[in-house]
């Protein structure tokens, strides 16, 4: 961790203590608060589970000097990874599912990792089931399984809810964040309601995931563009506590696009879709606070801003809505 202010042997170093920036358009009554994970080094918020990862593996004999960590990811868990994995000693492969975007293949791949590419037919499920048979061919090579490996929640319930914390004297009263893996808002959760035990929780989705359906809502399950939250099924979800959670909101892909679109014109924010997602719903979770239709024990929201624009130009992220990819 560092303050920034002095000098440091390792990029590693910089990972953590991100700003806490105000929405501007949230109302004034109940601020929100987004935790700007665009200024890890590697610009999102999974270079804390790479560095946490990493770090506990070898502490723990899991993994071994000049090991290799293969993992299935969306891509900005591998350049978390890769960064960690580069500077702690170890090899780095990835297995991405074809549909994820060029750029942060090729960051991956700048940072000394190998990249392995599924079908976008077979899914996470079918990256997650490549990463393991190649782990069963390598000696010395784990699968850090993001899905399913409590150390996610653990760097989160580490860093970034205390860091939220100390950044709002203690004073947060609705956590909202998007889930991929949940690993994010589980972490914050965890801590945040072992601190008041009253703190509101939401968890944010694309429209068309399925995570709603733990809580046993209807979901219909259709595609989408927003890139990194949402599950098209659960079972491989194994980190998500829905007990842990009051609402989950699903965000359509039109209104993060509008959402994220806006962040950068009115607010000077270079953040993806699942930022647009996150932004709108805690925006939404703070006007029901502020007309009394939410409970939370104070007056402010905090969210997470998980990664940046610039990652997804080649998929026209800011063309109009029609012309994005996703
Ligand atoms: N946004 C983006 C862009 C992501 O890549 C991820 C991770 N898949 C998330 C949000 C969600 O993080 P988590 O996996 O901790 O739920």
Not at 31 to 43: D, I, M, Q, R, S
Not at 62 to 73: Q, R, W
Not at 303 to 317: C, H, M, N, P, Q
Request: with cysteine.
């Amino acid at each position: 961790m560092t303050d920034h202010r002095t000098p440091l042997d390792s990029v590693l170093e910089t990972v953590g203590e991100t700003p806490l920036v105000r929405v501007q358009a949230a109302p004034d009554e109940v601020p929100v608060y987004a935790k700007l994970e665009t200024f890890n080094p590697g610009a999102s918020v999974k270079d804390r589970i790479g560095k946490y990862m990493v770090e506990q593996m070898l502490e723990r004999g899991e993994l071994e000097p000049g090991g290799t960590v293969i993992e299935p990811t969306a891509g900005n868990t591998g350049i978390g990874f890769a960064i960690a994995a580069q500077q702690l000693g170890v090899d780095a492969v990835f297995v991405v599912p074809e549909r994820f975007s060029v750029e942060k293949q090729q960051l991956m791949s700048a940072l000394g990792a190998e990249v392995i590419n599924t079908p976008t037919d077979e899914g996470m499920g079918g990256a997650i089931d490549r990463a393991h048979e190649l782990a069963a061919e390598l000696d010395d090579a784990v699968v850090p399984q993001q899905f399913g490996n409590p150390l996610n929640v653990e760097a989160h319930y580490e860093t970034t809810g205390p860091e939220i914390f100390e950044a709002l004297d203690g004073e947060v009263g609705a956590v909202v964040a998007g889930c991929g893996t949940a690993g994010t808002l589980m972490g914050i959760a965890k801590y945040a309601l072992e601190q008041d035990e009253d703190t509101y929780v939401a968890a944010v989705e694309p429209e068309g995931s399925l995570y709603s359906e733990t809580k046993g809502e209807d979901a219909e399950e259709a595609d989408y563009k927003i890139e990194g939250i949402g599950t098209h099924d659960p079972d491989t979800n194994e980190l998500f506590e829905p007990d842990l959670v009051d609402e989950i909101l699903q965000v359509p892909d039109r209104r993060a696009h509008d959402e994220l679109k806006r962040l950068a014109s009115e607010e000077g924010h270079l953040v993806a879709s699942s930022s647009g997602a996150a932004s709108a719903a805690a925006r939404h979770v703070a006007e029901q606070i502020r007309d009394g239709e939410g409970d939370a024990p104070h007056d402010t929201v905090v969210t997470v801003f998980a990664d940046s624009s610039e990652r997804y130009l080649s998929k026209g992220i800011y063309r109009s809505f029609e012309e994005w990819e996703g």
